[in-house]
């Protein structure tokens, strides 16, 4: 699979695509792979504040739960009302329509490029 | 018999797997798929037409000598004596207490030829009780897991596809019966039996000879949308249709009668057998917990280890033993342990969902039931 270069990933699989002072935020397709068929999303409330590296939700698969980390500080501005409803577009589209939250920045925790992403998740 | 190493064994089917592009997990010691696209997909493939499985990780033991069913008889809670030759039953090898080392199913092969097959994680503990137990017999025991890989054909299109590639007469194969006879010109062991709910077939040949059965099932298979299935469908499919897995609902400290799985116990077998007095006791003292079928009205499941919480005193009084969404009645589903005094089908329990209280029904097992 390929992680596309726009975008800036966590070592906790999640990826950030920034916008200005705004970053929205998902899972990558590495991490879909991992948890199967997501079936339930708890995302974080809107207006809440996030903190880089802290768990902020859940992803529920078929056969697990996993925290979700954020992958940046700031408040919560945007859900992605249709995840809610159809927690599979994470599966079938992790870096478009299955992208999770978005959050008005007010720090970036550790990032990394597609390429060390790539290294990564090779090495995993 | 088998020893716990680092390294996880492979099945004969593993670069089969690897090319299907299956993610594989370790289990009981050996890597296995989990899944080959989407788990849901699977189980509902398996639910509507068919799903094909290798599960050569299953642990064979082979019982051969005039002794052999008596051996059984002592060794095990049901009576294989009284199996008839090419039949099987579902079956339980107790501790002392009472207690389940291991839930097997029993097949007799000849008339003095076993095959007990046992969950692959307690193989090397099931096959030298066997064998202590089975002294004084005239009977040989051996491990012969390491001699028979296993693929299974589950889902309603199961019978038409074996039906394609098999001279044994599959219509009339009964549930719960086994023959000996050739699969494309291979020669297998065909025994009707499952773990997922549906009608299916278990496929027992050489490990050799496992992926020219894997490649003649899934071409004549191609044809009734058969699909490779992995271990995460078949525990959801296991689930669903009420099934226990050791480990989860069935242990050291669970005896048949809290598994609701009294009726394979054979208490008056006048010769006796292992755990025949503990049992006797439980059943006359009755189960001190039930295992019960949890139908979550939240969107979240219950897992195993989850606290089951009774509503009117907020106490923890059980706990889940499986859990997950059903595929099938698309809500969340879970197999729990509680008090018999709240085990009645309607009662309303909660479960303790990472701190949440979720409110979760108690119904009637199986959650599913095929119905032809």
Redesign the interface.
Known sequence: MSNPTHLQYTAEHEWIAADGDTARVGVTAYAA??L??V??V?LPALGATVTAGESCG?L?S??S?SDLYSPVTGEVIEVNEAVDADPSLV?SDPFGEGWLFVVKVSNTGELMDAAAYDALIAGA | MTTPSATPRLTPLHDVHAALGA?FTDFAGWQMP??YG???AEHRAVRTTAGLFDLTHMGEIELVGPGAGAALDHALVGRPSAIGVGRARYSMLCAEDGGIIDDLVVYRLAEEHYLVVANASNVAVVAPELVARAEGFDVTVTDTSADWALLAVQGPASAEILAGLTELDVPSLKYYAIDAGTLAGIDVLLARTGYTGEDGFEVYCRPDDAAAVWDALSKTGEAHDLVPAGL?CR??LRLEAGMPLYGHELDRDTTPYEANLGRVVVLDKPEGFVGQAALAKRKEEGPRRVLVGLVSTG???P?AGYPVVDPASGAEVGIVTSG??SPTLERPIAMAYVPPALAAPGTRLQVSL?GTLEDADVVELPFYKRTS
């Open positions: 792979d991992a199967g068929d079936v339930y708890d859940e529920e078929t056969k739960v599966n | 993610s989990v899944r989407s788990e849901t995460a525990d959801t969107r979240r499941s897992r997950s969404p990472r």
